[in-house]
């Protein structure tokens, strides 16, 4: 590695250790002639995640536009930028392991799967909106179980005067 003091091409290593939990190597390094010291981040080439449309066109796959779908989504709700940031994240980590190719199809469902843990209306306007998943059958399917899940258990039989004098 060039020193950037004196541009000599020569150096030792002094020390090494694991940087930015495991992500990069960091090295100090000590120039051989003007003995000062600089240091040097040793990472991995990214290795690239790609998308199968629906139309078996090929696509990089972006984070950004999952950040991007999510914020739409996620409009008007309780829900922080960190969260999304983090969503995303992990949507892509989530794809990494089945990688180097993913459908579309995977990335909006792994999206949607980790939505619906966040925020349930952002996880229908996402869903709703979602391309590949917009088959209403899918669609139907997944709200059927979101009303489910809202449907305060045992409440129907037992409560039925108290619900209505409240209002
Ligand atoms: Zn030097």
Avoid at 29 to 53: A, F, I, M, N, S
Avoid at 87 to 116: D, N
Avoid at 143 to 151: A, P, V, Y
Wanted: proline share 4%.
């Amino acid at each position: 590695m060039r020193c950037p003091w004196c541009a000599y091409l020569d150096d030792k290593v002094v020390d090494s250790r694991s940087a930015d939990s495991g992500a990069a190597i960091r090295r100090r390094r000590e120039c051989l002639r003007c003995g000062r010291r600089y240091t040097t981040y040793e990472r991995l080439e990214p290795v690239g995640l790609v998308v199968v449309k629906r139309d078996g066109s090929k696509e990089p796959f972006e984070r950004a536009k999952v950040v991007s779908g999510v914020l739409k989504a996620t409009k008007n709700r309780p829900v922080t930028q960190e969260q999304v940031d983090r969503l995303a994240g992990k949507v892509e980590e989530k794809l990494r392991r089945r990688g180097p190719v993913v459908t579309s199809q995977e990335v909006g469902i792994e999206t949607l799967a980790l939505l619906r843990k966040l925020d349930d209306v952002a996880y229908l306007r996402f869903a709703s909106v979602y391309k590949d998943f917009q088959e209403v059958t899918d669609f139907e399917r997944e709200l059927g179980l979101l009303l489910q899940k809202r449907e305060p258990a045992g409440r129907a039989s037992t409560a039925g005067p108290s619900r209505t004098r409240g209002r």
